[in-house]
């Protein structure tokens, strides 16, 4: 199951502490060494959508502690910083102030997050010509602390959409080597499915219904993925008894969630092609293509093909189409 979004608390490792500490020959004087400092906690892009998984047992990480000083003016040693891996296209944002504080968008791309705590000073640092014996020395402190949201965006170069059971697992299937969980039912698909194609890569966003922007079914969880994709790939069922309102549902759902989405380039497929005869999908094709009015959630891509997983020519065209 794919993890897409994780709430994490990050801290940078404590300071150590600085020591009292006295020469050991008689009048000597303080020679108490400095702590050493925490360690940094840093964010690290990797090229693994799954890693958002890693959060479902651990929801907490701290950096190294740094070491206590010692004697003869010895300073500590420094903690170990703490690097986390992130999958590409995860947004981090401060739970907070609810900031966007940066975005995941390339590989081994590095961000420090959490500053580690500064090492106290033992009691050398502390030594003066009026305070010859310090007896004391600073403790070490705390380093940074931030409570984060991650939340995953797909990054697909094609994005499968449409309403429930409109075969784009299936389809997915096909044109990859994925191997997406397929029914002839609703909802089969409960988390995105990726499969790549001649170094495409193209994602099968599970099924949007009516009201997903607002919570609905599984929602904004998935609305959020298509951000993210070059070109939707829409698909509309032959066996649909109404496909300007199939069309219609999903367009709107695009519009509530983010009006931007309704300019991302579009092909209409007509899916199971192979479950009705000729004119019926051309029938559907025409009803499409006379709706069609700029700048509305009618804006119809000019592309609208037939596809059948059963039809190999069908598919042989729609993999030339998307090399285009």
């Known amino acids: 199951m794919l993890i897409d979004d994780a709430d994490i608390t990050v801290q940078g490792g404590h300071g150590g502490a600085g020591i009292v500490s006295f020469g050991k020959k008689m009048g000597s004087g303080p020679d108490g060494g400095n702590g050493g400092k925490g360690g940094n906690v840093y964010f690290l892009g990797v090229n693994d959508i799954t890693l958002l998984t890693q959060f479902t047992h651990q929801t907490a990480f701290e950096g190294g502690l740094g070491r206590p000083g010692g004697r003869n003016r010895k300073s500590g040693k420094d903690g170990e910083d703490l690097i986390i891996m992130l999958p590409v296209g995860t947004t981090v944002i401060d739970n907070e102030t609810k900031e966007i504080l940066f975005e995941i968008k390339d ?46 965006k797909l990054i697909a170069d094609f994005g499968l959409i449409g309403l429930p059971n409109a075969g784009k697992s299936s389809l997915l299937n096909e044109l990859t080597n994925a191997k997406a969980q397929v029914a002839n039912y609703p909802f089969t698909t409960l988390t995105p499915n990726l499969g790549v194609f001649k170094g495409k890569v193209i994602a099968d966003i599970p099924g949007l219904i009516e009201g997903a922007s607002g919570g609905r079914g599984l929602g904004v969880s998935f609305l959020k993925h298509i951000e993210k994709v070059g070109v939707l790939l829409h698909c509309i069922s032959s066996e649909t008894t109404n496909p300007l309102a199939d069309y219609k549902t999903i367009r709107e759902e695009l519009k509530n969630y983010n009006k931007e989405l309704l300019n991302k380039s579009e092909i209409i497929l007509i899916t199971k092609s192979d479950l009705t005869d000729t004119k019926n999908v051309e029938k559907i094709a025409k009803k499409l293509k006379n709706k069609a009015k700029p700048g509305t959630v009618w804006y119809l891509a000019k592309k609208i093909h037939p596809v059948s997983i059963h039809d190999w020519d069908s598919i042989v065209k729609l993999k030339n189409l998307l090399l285009k």
Do not use: D, H, M, W
């Open 107 to 152: 590989v081994n791309q590095k961000e420090l997050i959490c500053k580690g705590g500064k090492g106290g000073r033992g009691n050398y640092e502390f030594r003066s010509p009026r305070r010859t014996t310090p007896e004391f020395a600073q403790p070490g402190l705390s380093g940074e602390k931030k409570n984060l949201k991650l939340i995953l």
